[in-house]
């Protein structure tokens, strides 16, 4: 049975180095690299965001009451989206809850490290299906990557 709820609104992107994000890993150095993200902020805001989130709600195990610890932590404004050339993907960090949310009183609903990994896991899950509907109907570009030319030849 489908998640019976509204989508938040989109992340606001902003620059980060992919490379700080512990989830995430971009070939390139960080330096002069064009991410893309005012591009994929116009995607997320012209439809990408709701188009993802409704295949991601047929989908979810997420419980209504584990969605509303995550809308209430307002984790899904901390979603990150970059492109990431080399790779030829929309690259994404996923927010999560901590591992000490139990010491820090996290949110008063939180109550079992069951709740807090299937919040987690499907905050992932979701940021993969943004990645895909943004790859496949979105974006019409294509990686500027090249290989540097002092590369062995096999042949």
């Not at 419980?63 to 995550?70: N, P, T, V």
């Not at 970059?82 to 999560?96: E, I, K, L, Q, S």
């Not at 807090?116 to 905050?123: C, D, G, Q, W």
């Not at 943004?130 to 974006?139: D, M, Q």
Request: glycine share 4%.
């Amino acid at each position: 049975m489908a998640l019976e709820v509204e989508p938040p609104a989109p992340p606001e992107l902003e620059f980060v180095d992919p490379n700080e994000y512990e989830d995430a890993t971009i070939s390139a150095d960080g330096t002069d690299v064009d991410y893309r993200r005012e591009e994929l902020q116009t995607f997320l805001e012209e439809g990408a965001w709701e188009e993802s989130f409704e295949a991601w709600r047929e989908d979810t195990d997420l419980e209504k009451r584990e969605y509303e610890i995550a809308r209430d932590l307002e984790l899904f404004s901390e979603f990150d989206f970059f492109w990431d050339d080399f790779a030829d993907r929309v690259g994404y960090h996923a927010p999560g809850i901590p591992e000490d949310w139990q010491a820090r009183e996290y949110h008063p609903e939180l109550d079992t490290w069951g709740t807090v990994s299937s919040i987690n896991a499907e905050l992932t899950e979701f940021g993969q299906v943004v990645s895909e509907v943004l790859k496949e109907e979105y974006i019409d570009w294509e990686a500027e990557y090249e290989p540097p030319e002092d590369l062995p030849d096999f042949d």
